[in-house]
């Protein structure tokens, strides 16, 4: 078969047989052939087997067996598993597909014995069951972490890995370093020099193990101590997948299995909270999806007309929700320079999915956001789905200028849907990714002018600048000079760049959008959203109210950039050459042109507003300085940005529909208490008016009869 396609025999009807090698085989049922290549989605897949074998294929799961092993059968439960599958058998004439019922999941019907002949049904029976008991949940957790090199998809992929390997190699761990571009752990136990370090190689955009020490000095047990790590989302990740074929897959087996592989001792309230917490990440979202965000997408287009939204379902219990209010989108277009910042942010409020954010800024710097999604992860799928509904949503033909990490495939997405636009990286990664190249030998004195000749180097207006920069940080260490310029200088440096940033370079977005909905208790999606949307409203409410009191024609940050430039600028000489050039004098020589807005220095044209050297030219020529300056910074331009409100969406806490789906009020969820104490005793909602405690002795305010301090006389005299 050609590569990327196969061509697959799906099965069903039949039943399997464990041969006495372990392996099995299947006979019986009916077949019919299909080609599958790797662009197919698993949904026109399962429309495909529904019309052959006449089905509902909900009730039914989609399994095959890996090319050189046929004991262990593979679930086909997203896309990328269909993928996966199709890239597996790639080299192979067919691939043997089996459409199994969910409650047949137990599958094995019959048992060969020695001889070659089925056992009675009696015993084959026994031997299934137990067969399923004995199926391991995951397999080789034993060498989840090989070694120095071992490369994994981003810092989580290697942070859900090092605790399984911890599990299943009987230590605990803590963690020394623990951010988006490092990883550092070591053994907890006492005296042990076990240790490892991974961190993101900013050149092959991979996350590897860098150090690892090879082997433990103490002496690894499980006990209570290793119960520690199998908390009970743990547990529902690593039952999950099975859970999801398994419905009835009951807490007493969950704990058997995870004692006879791993040695954890779970009692049934541990087990059942965590096939509690998986069952809820299964479906309680998903239910959701199906329910009450339809009914929300309906409030937000009559409340806010002119609002985009867009929700996708899917089979496999995940969802995809995209929101951007009028408001923003009219802000962004008639206020915003064409700048927006890709942010993926991981909720403190609800872990269970995360929130991709297109915010831009307005005259101020400061952040304003223009679209958010709420989706399973952060991967490539999500993003290019996010950019389809983003450019669906604007009305406008401007060149837009993105800022983003360039992680989970965003830069080839970026170019892919908005094809003239351009791609910087932001700032705060750059830094991050740099410090973990830096000798750990070097002191901190060091490091830290290291990290300051890197910010020149982005700000840099012209080539001979950023090279200064380079070659001060190539006395000190050449490879690291050079693993600089190998991260494309012209996607992060002003001297190379050449979209618009205007002086901005990274985002508040994650910090911004965690404050906005910080709580003590995990929200739904509906609540997330809406909680955001009312910070929102406030937000653009208050910075409307404070722009009509301002009288300057630019904005106040950038009209205090202007007068501190103004202040230099009185001090060089100006030389006329043309009514629009001149040649501007200070420990250089720089030429102005009015006409195109241009300086030699680059500063003019990389911030948008004029630098010393056009000011020089203003102050000599007695032209308006608020002429020369980016719109984007003018009081007019920022007041434009906040023109609309976002209107409230009454009701939010109960659907207003005939719909009896829609009848559930949308509470938030009993969790578990957050650790560390709160920060406020929560107010008792029937105690409306707190009475002021009074003394019965000298009836006097702020004491009672026990500690009153009033002597005999004056009471007697106050009585």
Same mark, same amino acid.
């Given at each position: 078969?050609?590569?990327?396609?196969?061509?697959?025999?799906?099965?069903?009807?039949?039943?399997?047989?464990?041969?006495?090698?372990?392996?099995?085989?299947?006979?019986?049922? $009916?077949?019919?052939?299909?080609?599958?290549?790797?662009?197919?989605?698993?949904?026109?897949?399962?429309?495909?087997?529904?019309?052959?074998?006449?089905?509902?294929?909900?009730?039914?799961?989609?399994? =095959?067996?890996?090319?050189?092993?046929?004991?262990?059968?593979?679930?086909?439960?997203?896309?990328?598993?269909?993928?996966?599958?199709?890239?597996?058998?790639?080299?192979?004439?067919?691939?043997?597909?089996?459409?199994?019922?969910?409650?047949?999941?137990?599958?094995?019907?019959?048992?060969?014995?020695?001889?070659?002949?089925?056992?009675?049904?009696?015993?084959?029976?026994?031997?299934?069951? $137990?067969?399923?008991?004995?199926?391991?949940?995951?397999?080789?957790?034993?060498?989840?972490?090989?070694?120095?090199?071992?490369?994994?998809?981003?810092?989580?992929?290697?942070?859900?890995?090092?605790?399984?390997?911890?599990?299943?190699?009987?230590?605990?761990?803590?963690?020394?370093?623990?951010?988006?571009?490092?990883?550092?752990? $070591?053994?907890?136990?006492?005296?042990?020099?076990?240790?490892?370090?991974?961190?993101?190689?900013?050149?092959?955009?991979?996350?590897?193990?860098?150090?690892?020490?090879?082997?433990?000095?103490?002496?690894?047990?499980?006990?209570?101590?290793?119960?520690?790590?199998?908390?009970?989302?743990?547990?529902?990740?690593?039952?999950?997948?099975?859970?999801?074929?398994?419905?009835? =897959?009951?807490?007493?087996?969950?704990?058997?299995?995870?004692?006879?592989?791993?040695?954890?001792?779970?009692?049934?309230?541990?087990?059942?909270?965590?096939?509690?917490?998986?069952?809820?990440?299964? =479906?309680?979202?998903?239910?959701?999806?199906?329910?009450?965000?339809?009914?929300?997408?309906?409030?937000?287009?009559?409340?806010?007309?002119?609002?985009? *939204?867009?929700?996708?379902?899917?089979?496999?219990?995940?969802?995809?929700?995209?929101?951007?209010?009028?408001?923003?989108?009219?802000?962004?277009?008639?206020?915003?320079?064409?700048?927006?910042?890709?942010?993926?942010?991981?909720?403190?409020?609800?872990?269970?999915?995360?929130?991709?954010?297109?915010?831009?800024?307005?005259?101020?710097?400061?952040?304003?956001?223009?679209?958010?999604?709420?989706?399973?992860?952060?991967?490539?799928?999500?993003?290019?789905?996010?950019?389809?509904?983003?450019?669906?949503?604007?009305?406008?033909?401007?060149?837009?200028?993105?800022?983003?990490?360039?992680?989970?495939?965003?830069?080839?997405?970026?170019?892919?849907?908005?094809?003239?636009?351009?791609?910087?990286?932001?700032?705060?990664?750059?830094?991050?990714?740099?410090?973990?190249?830096?000798?750990?030998?070097?002191?901190?004195?060091?490091?830290?002018?290291?990290?300051?000749?890197?910010?020149?180097?982005?700000?840099?207006?012209?080539?001979?600048?950023?090279?200064?920069?380079?070659?001060?940080?190539?006395?000190?260490?050449?490879?690291?000079?050079?693993?600089?310029?190998?991260?494309?200088?012209?996607?992060?440096?002003?001297?190379?760049?050449?979209?618009?940033?205007?002086?901005?370079?990274?985002?508040?977005?994650?910090?911004?959008?965690?404050?906005?909905?910080?709580?003590?208790?995990?929200?739904?999606?509906?609540?997330?959203?809406?909680?955001?949307?009312?910070?929102?409203?406030?937000?653009?409410?208050?910075?409307?109210?404070?722009?009509?009191?301002?009288?300057?024609?630019?904005?106040?940050?950038?009209?205090?950039?202007?007068?501190?430039?103004?202040?230099?600028?009185?001090?060089?000489?100006?030389?006329?050459?043309?009514?629009?050039?001149?040649?501007?004098?200070?420990?250089?020589?720089?030429?102005?042109?009015? $006409?195109?807005?241009?300086?030699?220095?680059?500063?003019?044209?990389?911030?948008?507003?004029?630098?010393?050297?056009?000011?020089?030219?203003?102050?000599?020529?007695?032209?308006?300085?608020?002429?020369?300056?980016?719109?984007?910074?003018?009081?007019?331009?920022?007041?434009?940005?906040?023109?609309?409100?976002?209107?409230?969406?009454?009701?939010?806490?109960?659907?207003?529909?005939?719909?009896?789906?829609?009848?559930?009020?949308?509470?938030?969820?009993?969790?578990?208490?957050?650790?560390?104490?709160?920060?406020?005793?929560?107010?008792?909602?029937?105690?409306?008016?707190?009475?002021?405690?009074?003394?019965?002795?000298?009836?006097?305010?702020?004491?009672?009869?026990? *500690?009153?301090?009033?002597?005999?006389?004056?009471?007697?005299?106050?009585?």
């Amino acid at each position: 078969m050609a590569s990327g396609k196969i061509l697959a025999i799906c099965q069903s009807g039949g039943e399997f047989v464990t041969n006495n090698d372990g392996s099995m085989s299947y006979s019986g049922g $009916e077949a019919h052939a299909i080609d599958i290549d790797r662009d197919m989605l698993l949904h026109d897949l399962k429309s495909e087997i529904s019309s052959m074998f006449n089905c509902n294929i909900d009730a039914f799961s989609i399994k =095959y067996f890996l090319p050189s092993n046929r004991r262990v059968l593979i679930t086909v439960s997203n896309d990328k598993d269909l993928q996966r599958m199709v890239d597996f058998h790639a080299g192979s004439d067919t691939t043997d597909v089996f459409i199994l019922k969910k409650i047949e999941n137990r599958i094995i019907r019959s048992v060969v014995a020695d001889s070659g002949t089925p056992t009675n049904a009696t015993t084959a029976t026994v031997a299934t069951i $137990e067969n399923v008991k004995r199926q391991k949940l995951c397999i080789d957790w034993d060498n989840m972490i090989t070694g120095v090199g071992q490369v994994f998809e981003s810092p989580r992929a290697f942070r859900d890995a090092l605790h399984k390997y911890a599990i299943a190699n009987s230590f605990m761990y803590r963690f020394v370093k623990n951010d988006a571009s490092r990883v550092t752990a $070591e053994c907890s136990a006492d005296d042990c020099p076990w240790r490892i370090h991974a961190s993101r190689s900013p050149v092959k955009k991979e996350f590897m193990i860098k150090k690892m020490t090879e082997t433990h000095a103490c002496r690894k047990e499980v006990g209570k101590e290793g119960n520690r790590l199998a908390s009970q989302r743990w547990v529902a990740s690593v039952i999950k997948d099975k859970l999801r074929d398994t419905p009835n =897959y009951r807490p007493r087996e969950i704990a058997s299995d995870l004692h006879r592989e791993y040695g954890l001792s779970l009692n049934y309230a541990q087990a059942w909270r965590g096939k509690f917490v998986a069952k809820k990440q299964l =479906y309680s979202s998903h239910e959701e999806a199906c329910n009450q965000l339809p009914w929300f997408c309906e409030r937000i287009s009559e409340t806010n007309p002119g609002s985009v *939204t867009a929700l996708v379902t899917c089979d496999d219990s995940k969802f995809c929700f995209f929101v951007a209010f009028y408001a923003s989108l009219n802000g962004f277009e008639h206020g915003c320079r064409p700048l927006l910042f890709l942010d993926g942010i991981s909720l403190k409020a609800n872990r269970h999915w995360k929130l991709l954010a297109a915010t831009s800024v307005d005259g101020e710097g400061d952040i304003f956001p223009v679209a958010i999604s709420v989706v399973d992860a952060e991967s490539k799928e999500n993003w290019h789905w996010f950019l389809l509904q983003l450019k669906s949503a604007f009305n406008m033909s401007r060149t837009i200028t993105f800022i983003s990490n360039g992680q989970n495939g965003l830069t080839e997405e970026i170019r892919s849907v908005f094809e003239d636009s351009y791609h910087g990286y932001c700032l705060n990664h750059l830094i991050e990714n740099f410090k973990t190249e830096l000798e750990e030998s070097w002191t901190q004195e060091v490091k830290d002018s290291m990290v300051e000749h890197l910010k020149q180097a982005v700000y840099a207006c012209k080539v001979d600048e950023f090279n200064q920069c380079i070659d001060s940080i190539k006395t000190e260490s050449k490879e690291l000079a050079e693993w600089l310029l190998n991260t494309k200088p012209e996607s992060w440096s002003d001297a190379f760049f050449k979209g618009l940033r205007n002086g901005q370079y990274s985002s508040t977005a994650p910090e911004t959008v965690n404050n906005w909905i910080s709580t003590r208790y995990e929200l739904s999606v509906v609540q997330m959203v809406d909680m955001i949307r009312c910070k929102m409203m406030e937000m653009m409410y208050a910075r409307r109210e404070s722009s009509n009191t301002w009288t300057e024609t630019l904005a106040p940050s950038a009209n205090q950039k202007v007068q501190e430039e103004l202040v230099k600028a009185r001090t060089l000489n100006v030389i006329c050459s043309t009514a629009n050039v001149f040649e501007v004098h200070d420990d250089s020589v720089n030429v102005v042109n009015i $006409e195109t807005w241009e300086c030699t220095c680059r500063r003019w044209q990389v911030t948008g507003l004029p630098c010393m050297h056009a000011l020089a030219v203003f102050e000599r020529t007695d032209l308006c300085i608020y002429d020369y300056c980016s719109k984007y910074f003018t009081t007019e331009c920022y007041r434009s940005t906040y023109s609309l409100p976002i209107s409230p969406i009454p009701d939010i806490g109960r659907p207003a529909c005939s719909d009896p789906s829609h009848s559930t009020i949308i509470c938030p969820p009993r969790t578990r208490r957050l650790a560390g104490r709160p920060k406020e005793k929560p107010d008792d909602p029937r105690i409306t008016v707190k009475r002021a405690v009074r003394c019965s002795r000298c009836k006097g305010f702020g004491h009672n009869k026990q *500690t009153c301090k009033v002597s005999i006389l004056k009471v007697e005299h106050i009585s």
